[in-house]
């Protein structure tokens, strides 16, 4: 079956970083683009980061931007999303879910992607 499964979610302090990853299976994900949303208390889920299928075309939201990286890895069975994050703040602190697209460029919608993992905590302290 389809699975998105997240992990590195964790605690970090203000200035850090973490790498998250998403492993992707039970769909050929190697011809997906793929994408990271966030997800903080309170607030409607958005847009992070997207990567197309062949790594050439990676786009942020502005708010991230320089300093996050989206990146993939195109295995036979298993595609495996990564997003670096650096210089965390505490309102990075949020859920963030990895989510693929059959689209060739989604665009920062949730209705482009119709694949979700479960979602991995991230929480930055000030």
Do not use: H
Request: charged fraction near 15%.
């Amino acid at each position: 079956q389809v699975q998105l499964v997240e992990s590195g979610g964790g605690l970090v302090q203000a200035g850090g970083s973490l790498r998250l990853s998403c492993a992707a299976s039970g769909r050929t994900f190697s011809t997906y683009a793929m994408g990271w949303f966030r997800q903080a208390p309170g607030k409607e889920r958005e847009f992070v980061a997207a990567i197309n299928r062949s790594s050439g075309i990676t786009y942020y939201a502005g708010a991230v931007k320089g300093r996050f990286t989206i990146s993939r890895d195109n295995a036979k069975n298993t595609v495996t999303v990564y997003l670096q994050m650096s210089s965390l703040k505490p309102e990075d602190t949020a859920v963030y879910y990895c989510a693929g697209s059959p689209l060739t460029y989604p665009g920062n919608r949730e209705a482009d992607f119709n694949s979700w993992g479960q979602g991995t905590q991230v929480t930055v302290s000030s």
